[in-house]
């Protein structure tokens, strides 16, 4: 690991994270009556509960506007929860929120994986991450590239290296 991103992670406060492709591996499971089931990996689940009782804010900006992903996220103990998202609106909603809570760009990691993310990857100062499987365009403008796919520990392996850079992670609670 460079320097520099060394550096960065020693900063983070905040992980804010898309849901499909990234919590998820982007399939759905269309349900009769509309819903749209997702599976979720109890692992990035553990990583996140572990994150939020340590102290670090997770926030999730995503276009799924099911509630049972609100259910989910909440049994982990997060709280701020944007669903229903558009692509048109998920930089306003994002720098919204990095307002309404006085954060500053170097304390942030945003984990997306398609082009809805990309405008604030790349015109924010954040730490961009991505999973292994995310699409082209955004892989070349992250600053970080999990090598775990979405839904498969890709939010654990970015919010581990956070915690562990700055020695959270191995504390028991």
């Known amino acids: 690991m460079n320097i520099k991103l060394k550096s960065q992670l020693r900063k983070i406060t905040t992980f804010i994270f898309d849901v499909d492709g990234v919590l998820t591996d982007a399939t759905v499971i269309a349900l009769r009556g509309g819903e749209l089931a997702r599976v979720f990996n109890v692992k990035d689940g553990y990583a996140m509960g572990k994150a939020v009782r340590s102290g670090f804010r997770i926030a999730i900006i995503s276009g799924g506007k099911e509630e049972s992903i609100r259910e ?7 709280k701020d929860i944007f669903l229903g998202v558009k692509t048109d609106q998920k930089l306003s909603v994002f720098d919204k929120y990095i307002a309404d809570n006085n954060l500053s760009a170097d304390e942030i990691v945003f984990m997306g ?3 809805p993310d990309w ?3 790349k015109h924010r100062a954040v ?3 991505c999973p292994a499987d995310a699409v082209e365009e955004i892989i070349e403008i992250a600053d970080f590239n999990s090598t775990r796919k ?3 520990c890709a939010v654990r392996e970015v919010i581990e290296l956070v915690m562990k850079e700055q020695g959270k992670w191995m504390k028991i609670f």
């Open 72 to 78: 989910r996220l909440s049994l982990l103990g997060v």
């Open 113 to 115: 994986d398609d082009l």
């Open 119 to 121: 405008e604030i990857m």
């Open 127 to 129: 730490l961009s991450a």
């Open 150 to 152: 979405g839904g498969d």
